[in-house]
């Protein structure tokens, strides 16, 4: 069964970066639109970023500007690079893709 597995988290002071990545197992991953999604604590799980088998891209406005989803088909990975974190951004971060169950997620918190 393919799976999807987030990692890259961590504990980042504000105005730090991370840079997540998302693997799946398997060459179908090159073909599918990926998306990153995140959960705080109490709040329902939202979408962040997401990009086309082609490469186009699409951001919520809360990251716009900071956040930058890219992907390497010849990896099968998708990468979330977060810059200028903010505490507002601690979640758990997400990927997804049709067809594929949720992944454990990777825990990413900002604080000083």
């Known amino acids: 069964q393919v799976q999807l597995v987030e990692s890259g988290g961590g504990l980042v002071q504000p105005g730090g970066s991370l840079r997540l990545s998302c693997a799946a197992s398997g060459s179908i991953f090159s073909i599918k639109a990926v998306d990153w999604y995140r959960q705080a604590p109490g709040k329902w799980r939202e979408p962040v970023a997401g990009?086309?088998?082609?490469?186009?891209?699409n951001y919520a406005d809360s990251v716009k500007g900071r956040f930058t989803i890219s992907r390497d088909n010849a990896k099968n990975t998708v990468y979330l690079q977060m810059n200028s974190l903010k505490p507002e951004d601690t979640a758990i971060y997400y990927c997804k893709t049709a067809g594929i169950p949720w992944g454990q997620g990777t825990q990413v918190t900002v604080s000083s």
């Open positions: 990009i086309t088998s082609g490469g186009t891209t």
